[in-house]
């Protein structure tokens, strides 16, 4: 049984900059592929990015983040990271860290996950 905790989530203004720390327990954390999804106020959990089980592979929901979000994991310390640079009021949601079979191809949907942190939140004010 793996346990995710997320962390680093908090309030900041448009163009500010946070990063969230997911760490991992109770299992292998390089079995597993791990995502980065976001659920906005009465909206749905979406997919934000994935990184494979050895940091070498990233996917974006959208391209377009790349200049402005960054993946990253150390699987020597069981954890997981998204830089989040320049952010914007419609960044705000709770975003919350998953792992999934390494051998899994796919990042989506959120069901295929088997493990999900608590959630951190995360406002951008205008």
């Known amino acids: 049984q793996v346990q995710l905790l997320e962390s680093g989530g908090g309030t900041v203004q448009a163009g500010g900059s946070l990063t969230l720390t997911c760490v991992g327990s109770?299992?292998?954390?390089?079995?597993?592929?791990m995502a980065w999804f976001r659920q906005p106020p009465g909206r749905d959990r979406v997919f934000v990015v994935g990184?494979?089980?050895?940091?070498?592979?990233?996917?974006y929901a959208d391209d377009s983040n790349k200049g402005r979000l960054t993946i990253s994991r150390d699987n020597t310390k069981k954890a997981m990271y998204l830089q989040m640079n320049n952010l914007k009021p419609e960044d705000t949601a709770t975003y919350y860290c998953?792992?999934?079979?390494?051998?899994?191809?796919?990042?989506?949907?959120?069901?295929?996950?088997?493990?999900w942190g608590q959630g951190t939140q995360v406002t951008v004010s205008s």
């Open positions: 998953a792992a999934i079979n390494a051998g899994r191809r796919t990042y989506v949907p959120h069901t295929i996950y088997d493990y």
């Open positions: 109770g299992g292998t954390f390089s079995d597993y592929a």
């Open positions: 990184i494979n089980w050895s940091g070498t592979s990233r996917s």
